[in-house]
């Protein structure tokens, strides 16, 4: 125990130092901390220090504790999802509705549309989907794949630069919302299909695609009508004390943790347990201080853990096969106009200016942490296979790479640039 306890913590010394060290570089060049915490955690991999130095990673990361920074990860994302979820601004859908709802459906329908078609091809590729991987499975998780935004980094760039009442930063940040959530909604579509026999669920044999299905859509409707009224008492409560105790802060840890087991539970994903209690969170006091609290620790120590994790799953020597790379660079370029194009041109026929039609495009193409997110799920749960997750974390690389640059190349430049304070760590 006491070597397992030791190998942990030295193991979350080099995670940290490497995620600060990455991080601190990729924003010396003009990208935000997460870009740079995402590649080093495929650094600390077999990608590198697993191919430069196998015996010291193979002590580093051993199996034990393995099994250790896999809870942390899933802890970290959770926490994180469920900040995302408090952050989730309900009114923007109100505000820009219909030029909002033609940018996010083009931007989803041209990569479900991609998806589909590249599926049928990637399914005879062996190590990129599981076997067990129905076509439309394939199709269906490609397609919430490429049609993924980091939300989140589009909402930093844009109080970053004083743009979150202009028509630009409404625009963009509507679209990117609806464009998750539809998302989000596939991927629970994908996983509660994707069942063998009967689940267990509190002691009932319950076919796995009904469960999944029935409690996600239970639990999303329960939350976001009588739950969101159950806690309003709790903001009412940290409205008069002024602040959120650490009795309070417990309890809301508490509904957490229920609301994540429950998730997982039926199948879909501790994930969107997190995310929808934090949508449903009265905004006020309470979401302010709790996001106080928990973002630092969050994103500091628990995050690291996860792209680290993501970084031993990915095995970028694959891509030294013909077949392999042809298959990155088609899913590359299939992201990248899928997205990027079908957004921008859907902003023109909107009436929107070329300059802010790019802008937009430049932003919801990128993928960030939500991309390594929706992957891992993907691969915990046998969906896709560990050469299309290396593929995947690329993809999420390279586009979250290319908005700062492109965003500012298009747009930034004529921007205002006015410093707006946000979480730190909310911009994956």
Not at 191 to 202: E, M, R
Request: one cysteine or more; glycine letters at 12%.
């Amino acid at each position: 125990m006491h070597t397992l306890a030791a190998s942990f913590f030295l193991q979350m010394a080099v995670i940290l130092i490497a995620c600060r060290v990455v991080g601190w570089l990729g924003k010396k060049i003009g990208q935000p901390q997460v870009v740079g915490e995402m590649i080093a955690g495929v650094l600390l991999g077999p990608s590198l220090l697993g191919l430069l130095f196998p015996e010291a990673s193979a002590r580093l990361f051993s199996q034990e504790t393995r099994g250790i920074l896999y809870v942390g990860a899933q802890l970290g994302v959770g926490l994180y999802m469920f900040l995302v979820g408090m952050e989730f601004k309900t009114e923007l859908f109100r505000s820009r509705a219909r030029s909002a709802a033609s940018v996010s459906i083009a931007g989803m329908v041209v990569p479900f549309v991609l998806g589909g078609l590249l599926a049928p091809w990637l399914v005879t590729i062996p190590g990129l989907f599981s076997e067990k991987t129905e076509i439309y499975q394939a199709g269906l998780f490609l397609g919430a794949a490429i049609a993924i935004t980091a939300f989140p980094m589009l909402a930093r760039i844009i109080y970053e630069r004083g743009l979150s009442g202009t028509s630009l930063g409404t625009l963009a940040l509507a679209a990117g919302a609806i464009d998750d959530a539809a998302a989000w909604c596939v991927l629970a579509i994908v996983l509660a299909s994707f069942g063998g026999g009967d689940s267990v669920f509190l002691g009932m044999q319950v076919n796995p695609a009904v469960l999944a299905i029935a409690g996600g859509v239970a639990y999303a409707a329960f939350m976001l009508t009588g739950g969101r009224r159950l806690l309003a008492k709790l903001g009412a409560l940290a409205e008069r004390e002024g602040g959120v105790s650490s009795t309070l802060l417990a309890i809301v840890l508490t509904l957490f943790c229920l609301s994540a087991w429950f998730t997982d539970a039926i199948g879909i994903h501790a994930v969107f347990g997190g995310f929808i209690l934090g949508i449903a969170m009265p905004r006020g006091v309470i979401t302010e201080e709790v996001t106080r609290k928990l973002e630092p620790f969050t994103v500091i120590f628990l995050l690291p853990m996860f792209f680290t994790f993501s970084g031993l799953n990915t095995r970028l020597g694959v891509m030294l096969e013909s077949s392999i790379l042809l298959v990155a660079v088609v899913v590359l370029l299939a992201s990248t106009l899928g997205k990027g194009v079908a957004c921008w041109a859907a902003a023109r026929l909107n009436g929107e200016d070329n300059r802010t039609s790019l802008a937009i495009g430049a932003l919801m193409n990128a993928r960030g942490l939500m991309e390594l997110i929706i992957i891992n799920i993907g691969l915990q749960k046998g969906v896709i296979g560990p050469k299309l997750f290396a593929i995947l974390v690329i993809m999420a690389i390279v586009t979250t790479l290319m908005a700062s640059p492109v965003f500012e190349r298009v747009y930034g430049r004529h921007s205002k640039k006015t410093a707006i304070p946000v979480p730190e760590g909310l911009d994956a």
